[in-house]
């Protein structure tokens, strides 16, 4: 006895399971591609953040507090957000805080506490009174003029070490 060999049939359905087969991975890949598309058109690939620091100033403070504020202008040329998570110094005693500062219905101004403040991709942050600044705990000997080692940490790019000069509020 011969066994008997069938050839392949071209059925309608065995063509249906096919293509259905076929058709489930190439619409995963548009799918795909279309977000990737819309990822790239909208800017977010590309280069990671790249941070500068300039402008770097800290309030000499008056009176009888020593709680005072640090400003920093900082820019990214990069192509992808960031934002500032830190400020530390070991020039200053305690804690560096990051806060925003808000206004009241009576145009009275308060301080929030902010975890992280946005530095976006091609933009910058310019801190100041108004908006964002850290706020520190001043050295009794510091004068006008002095310099203050900082540490800016982000959270996509490294620590950036800057020197902030002192100077009197209002300058």
């Keep these: 006895m ?20 076929a058709l489930v991975p190439v619409a995963v890949c548009s799918v795909a591609l279309g977000g990737l598309t819309t990822w ?9 953040p790249r941070i500068d620091v300039s402008n770097a100033r800290v309030f000499l403070p008056y009176g009888d507090t020593t709680e005072t504020a640090a400003f920093f202008d900082i820019s990214n040329s990069g192509g992808a957000d960031d934002r500032l998570t830190a400020v530390t110094s070991e020039d200053v005693r305690g804690e560096i805080t990051l806060s925003s500062h808000r206004m009241t219905s009576g145009a009275a101004a308060y301080a929030v506490s902010v975890e992280s403040a946005a530095v976006p991709a091609g933009g910058e942050l310019s801190m100041s009174p108004q908006g964002v600044d850290a706020i ?9 003029g002095d310099l203050v080692a900082f540490t800016l940490h982000f959270r996509h790019s490294d620590p950036v070490h800057v020197p902030a000069v002192v100077v009197r509020p209002g300058t």
């Design 2 to 21: 011969t066994p008997t060999h069938h050839p392949w049939r071209p059925t309608r359905r065995r063509l249906t399971d096919t293509l259905l087969a």
């Design 40 to 48: 790239v058109s909208a800017g977010n690939a590309g280069t990671p």
């Design 136 to 144: 520190l705990r001043a050295g009794a000997d510091w004068r006008t």
